[in-house]
């Protein structure tokens, strides 16, 4: 398949997921010199924002470092929480004017960051507990429902992310609390995400199914080779890192192929190793896995251009 092709691919994807008409693509390539100077514009005035609003939060960081011995409780509260909630509420001022709708996804970015942090702090400065899981999860859960409450009102992608993000957090935290093991709480959690990702992937959140799909393969393979590793069953890795790689062609997901391809390639070096690696056969080995590391790379890349590049 040729770059063009791909191109076109990508651009019927993209007009499909957002509701764009051809009208709305002509009337876009008409005022082609009109949208050239807003582009322009736009890419320097988020640059100066971006670097401006680094510059802010890392001048408050640096005052907060140096006087917080000398700050009570209160002031700690509010020199942390205070800011990530005020940043909250400026992006959700940004959504009601189409103007400054774009700087809305930095500044909920910035506010998800900082809020935790400030909730952490009051609970560190007031609450009486003796576990420090408990306020984790109470973070969790305050995140969870300010972050996915406005999502249902929003529908802004950035909201999907940290909805998802604090939502597994919290069921993390929860397990850990009611003693489930690190593996199936891996398991469980990565699991959940991979599902997650083949729903955004499918909807206008598609930009952040990527890093979804990341962590949830990555977790929840982890979490099955821990389980597995030296055990009778070790050979059901390689199914199921196989069975990833064949899941990224039907969810046409370069990171589930990526992911899948270097857990195959971790399960046959290591089986090489634990076989080969103590006798002289060993250079031999290690040779013939490098060809095969070849091979399943071109494989990956056929897969690629085949399954995943073309729309089905």
Avoid at 36 to 50: H, N, P, T, V, W
Avoid at 70 to 98: E, H, N, Q, Y
Avoid at 193 to 216: D, E, Q
Avoid at 272 to 284: E, K, L, T, V, W
């Amino acid at each position: 398949m040729s770059d063009k092709q791909e191109a076109l691919i990508e651009i019927l994807d993209t007009m499909e997921r957002h509701g764009l008409t051809l009208a709305d693509v002509s009337a876009a390539l008409n005022d082609k010199p009109g949208a050239e100077a807003a582009k322009s514009g736009g890419i320097i005035s988020r640059l100066f924002g971006y670097i401006g609003g680094i510059f802010i939060f890392s001048g408050l960081a640096i005052y907060v470092s140096m006087q917080w011995d000398d700050l009570g409780s209160a002031g700690r509260v509010l020199l942390t929480l205070g800011p990530g909630f005020c940043t909250f509420i400026m992006a959700l001022t940004c959504l009601t004017d189409k103007r400054l709708e774009r700087a809305a996804t930095p500044l909920f970015l910035v506010a998800a960051l900082l809020q935790p942090v400030g909730i952490l702090v009051a609970l560190r400065e007031y609450a009486h507990g003796d576990n420090p899981e408990h306020g984790v999860l109470f973070m969790c859960l305050v995140m969870l429902l300010q972050q996915g409450l406005v999502f249902i009102a929003k529908r802004r992608t950035v909201l999907a992310l940290t909805t998802t993000f604090f939502g597994a957090s919290f069921f993390a935290t929860a397990f850990d609390l009611m003693d489930f093991s690190d593996d199936l709480i891996g398991f469980v959690i990565g699991l959940s995400l991979c599902c997650i990702a083949w729903a955004m992937n499918r909807s206008v959140h598609k930009p952040v199914s990527a890093i979804t799909y990341f962590f949830g393969a990555v977790m929840f393979l982890y979490a099955c080779w821990h389980q597995l590793h030296n055990g009778p069953f070790y050979i059901l890795f390689l199914g199921l890192s196989c069975g990833t790689i064949f899941i990224s062609t039907l969810a046409r997901s370069r990171t589930l192929l990526l992911v899948g391809t270097l857990s195959l390639m971790g399960y046959l070096g290591d089986f090489i190793y634990d076989h080969f690696g103590h006798n002289i056969g060993a250079p031999i080995a290690l040779m013939l896995a490098g060809v095969l590391m070849l091979g399943l790379g071109a494989m990956a890349w056929r897969i690629n251009n085949k399954y995943i590049s073309q729309k089905g």
